[in-house]
């Protein structure tokens, strides 16, 4: 019903088309994103088959979605195996 109702504002005023398709864009970009972060090594939804995953990590692992001033490749363990 939504949809619909774009679609007739769209066809009445041309210059909307653009910000629809950038809206749609934004909200896609966040919901991928979303998902990328839902699906990360330190969330857990199971928490009976591996309460702590992130104990298996490597510390090279990069959390971060972009590390500027951090590189992982060179960073040494700083504790004991458990």
Do not use: S
């Amino acid at each position: 019903m939504v949809f619909r109702t774009a679609v007739k504002h769209a066809k009445k005023h041309p210059g909307l088309i653009p910000q629809f398709f950038f809206i749609c864009l934004g909200m896609g970009g966040a919901t991928l994103y979303l998902l990328r972060l839902a699906r990360g090594p330190h969330v857990v939804w199971n928490k009976t088959k591996d309460p702590e995953p992130w104990n298996k990590l490597d510390p090279t692992y990069q959390y971060k979605f972009v590390a500027i001033t951090t590189d992982y490749k060179n960073l040494k363990k700083e504790g004991p195996d458990f």
